[in-house]
């Protein structure tokens, strides 16, 4: 069955009500930040971050998507901020993105699919028999960004798939706002938690054994 053949079968729809008339309520930032808390996301030591740089904290987004009312209203916060952007796909890299984006995808509601983005041969690529649709509007979501760099690998990959990128939504940006993408980004929490290079590291010069506490090798 070819793609278009998929996307335009009949489905039958658990929640009929348009995107655009859903009512969220905004979520205070620090009411997010207490989840955060609550779940002991945020982790202090000597931590070896995905994008190669150090820390002493480290937010620890499968501790606070563990509990499915946290996720669930996280993923409605991101939703309600791009409420009018007629989302048709949600799509989030391994594995930090797969849980926020199905939530991000339920709380937009109507038709909006949730894909995520896996590595194969180091690169990000849709399998599993994901795909989309040219011209479909996608919006990119992830737990945590530093750098930037797999948001921006999935935003190519979008793009060289046809589909539109309509935003990035994030839960923690803890470039403290500097990183930004060539659509428009939302994050629940902006924290401007400091990284070094291993050259540069304290931790490392004191001794301080390191932790690498994410799902992606480095």
Same mark, same amino acid.
């Given at each position: 069955?070819?793609?278009?053949?998929? @996307?335009?079968?009949?489905?039958?729809?658990?929640?009929?009500?348009?995107?655009?008339?859903? !009512?969220?309520?905004?979520?205070?930032?620090?009411?997010?930040?207490?989840?955060?808390?609550?779940?002991?996301?945020?982790?202090?030591?000597?931590?070896? !971050?995905?994008?190669?740089?150090?820390?002493?904290?480290?937010? #620890? &987004?499968?501790?606070?998507?563990?509990?499915?009312?946290?996720? @669930?209203?996280?993923?409605? $916060?991101?939703?309600?901020?791009?409420?009018? $952007?007629?989302?048709?796909? =949600?799509?989030?890299?391994?594995?930090?993105?797969?849980?926020?984006? #199905?939530?991000?995808?339920?709380?937009?509601?109507?038709?909006?699919?949730?894909?995520?983005?896996?590595?194969?041969?180091?690169?990000?690529?849709?399998?599993?028999?994901?795909?989309?649709?040219?011209?479909?509007?996608?919006?990119?979501?992830?737990?945590?960004?530093?750098?930037?760099? @797999?948001? #921006?690998?999935?935003? $190519? !990959?979008?793009?060289?798939?046809?589909?539109?990128? =309509?935003?990035?939504?994030?839960?923690?940006?803890?470039?403290?706002?500097?990183?930004?993408?060539?659509?428009?980004?939302?994050?629940?929490?902006?924290?401007?938690?400091?990284?070094?290079?291993?050259?540069? &590291?304290?931790? &490392?010069? #004191?001794?301080?054994?390191?932790?690498?506490?994410?799902?992606?090798?480095?």
């Amino acid at each position: 069955m070819s793609t278009q053949d998929r @996307s335009e079968k009949d489905i039958t729809l658990i929640n009929q009500v348009p995107p655009e008339n859903r !009512l969220i309520e905004p979520l205070p930032e620090e009411k997010a930040l207490a989840m955060f808390r609550q779940s002991q996301a945020l982790l202090e030591g000597h931590f070896r !971050l995905t994008s190669g740089r150090h820390s002493n904290q480290y937010m #620890q &987004c499968a501790q606070v998507l563990q509990y499915p009312a946290y996720a @669930s209203r996280l993923g409605q $916060e991101l939703a309600r901020r791009f409420q009018k $952007e007629d989302v048709q796909v =949600v799509i989030g890299p391994a594995m930090g993105g797969v849980v926020l984006a #199905q939530e991000v995808a339920r709380a937009l509601g109507g038709s909006v699919r949730s894909l995520f983005a896996e590595r194969e041969n180091g690169r990000m690529a849709l399998r599993r028999g994901f795909w989309l649709q040219p011209g479909e509007k996608v919006l990119i979501v992830e737990d945590v960004i530093t750098t930037g760099g @797999s948001v #921006q690998e999935v935003l $190519e !990959l979008v793009g060289q798939l046809g589909g539109k990128p =309509v935003g990035v939504g994030v839960l923690v940006d803890r470039s403290g706002g500097k990183v930004q993408f060539p659509v428009r980004k939302e994050a629940v929490l902006t924290l401007d938690i400091i990284a070094y290079t291993e050259e540069t &590291c304290p931790y &490392c010069a #004191q001794g301080l054994p390191i932790v690498k506490p994410g799902s992606r090798p480095v």
